[in-house]
Every structure is written in structure tokens, then in C-alpha cells.
């Protein structure tokens, strides 16, 4: 499945030669592996030879993390604009499930990339990215849930945000190849519905 709308992780003021490298980066990389996909690769799908990458990064290895930044504060976004204090759960929920389909909407890559390769370039990112938490956004939601009796109060919080984050990833590896057909509209009702009995029952 191509990605509609990537160009978050790329700048206007960023040259062509740049951009392309990002794009063919991110699209190898989700496809087919980040430790499976070699900077030749790279270059011939962006259409540049390997030093016009080496201008902008020094490695492979400093690309994949670039880009897994940009994806991981995408990602994160999502919880960080939807979850906030002083409305209810039922909002923050509806709220969540929205922007989940409007970044499966712009491209599932986003998603899938930061999943399968968190354990890679977690270790090496930034002070910046390190201080959001998806797992922690998620918590609070669930948290939230507990305490408005949307959500049972015997319920595990890490046992829901890992069904939920699971959940939403899994979905997002099967529309980005192909086995749920047709624009993230048609799914959302029923994204909505299955998330809300893995949190609330």
C-alpha cells in the first residue's frame, strides 16, 4: 500500500536530493526491514547515487533514527492532542480513535515502522523524544476510564494499553498490505468499536 501523505519528516527548505532519500528510506524500510535494506537501495529507488546520502547523514544507522524520530513524535502526537484533562473519558477516547484513523489515513508506514523497530533506536534517540511516552499517554486514558467507572477498577492498566497499542498496530500491518480494502473511513466504525470493548468491555 503506497503512503498517502508523508511529508512530515521532510522540510520545504530541505533540497530535492534530500527529500527523495527520505521518502525512499522510509518506504524501504517498511516494506521490506530496516536491518534488510542497504543504502544502494536507498539510493536507486530515491534516484541519487550513495554520496549524495552521505551529504545528509552519516550512516545508514543515522538515517533509520532520523526518521524513526520523526515517526515516533508522530505517533505520539496522536495520544499527546487527543487525551486532555478536564473532559471526560468518552471524549478522550473518541477523540484517540479519530486521530488513530487520521494517521492511518496519511500513511500506516508511520505506525509499523516506529513498532518494529522501537527496540533498535529507542536506546540512541534523542532527550527530547525519550520524554514523550506512548505507553504513558495510553495509560492515562486507561487510568482515566478506571476512575470515571467507564472501565472496571479491577481492570490491568498495562494488560489494556498493551491490547490497545496492539490492536491498533496490528490493524495498521494489514491495511498497509492490502487485506482491508478501501480509505480508513470505511473501518472506523468499526476500529471504534473493538477498541472500546478492549478497554471497556
Known sequence: ??????????????PPSKRAILRAAFTLFVRDGYDSTSIREIGKLAGYSNPALFKFFDSKE???????????????DIFETSIRDGRSFDKNFSDTVDRICEVLGEGPGTLLFVQDQLRHFWPHVSDRVRKRS????????????????????????????AAFIGFV???????YFGEFKGGIDVWKD???AVSQRLLVG
Open 190 to 192: 468499526q476500529l471504534r
Open 169 to 175: 498496530v496490528q490493524f495498521a500491518r494489514m491495511y
Open 134 to 161: 506512548i505507553l504513558r499517554e495510553v495509560g492515562r486514558l486507561v487510568e482515566q476510564g478506571i476512575s470515571e467507572k467507564a472501565i472496571g477498577e479491577d481492570a490491568n492498566v498495562k494488560i489494556l494499553v
Open 62 to 76: 543515522d538515517l533509520g533514527l532520523y526518521l524513526f524520530e520523526c515517526c515516533y513524535e508522530r505517533y505520539v
Open 1 to 14: 500500500m503506497a503512503e498517502a501523505n508523508m511529508e512530515f519528516f521532510v522540510s520545504p527548505e530541505d
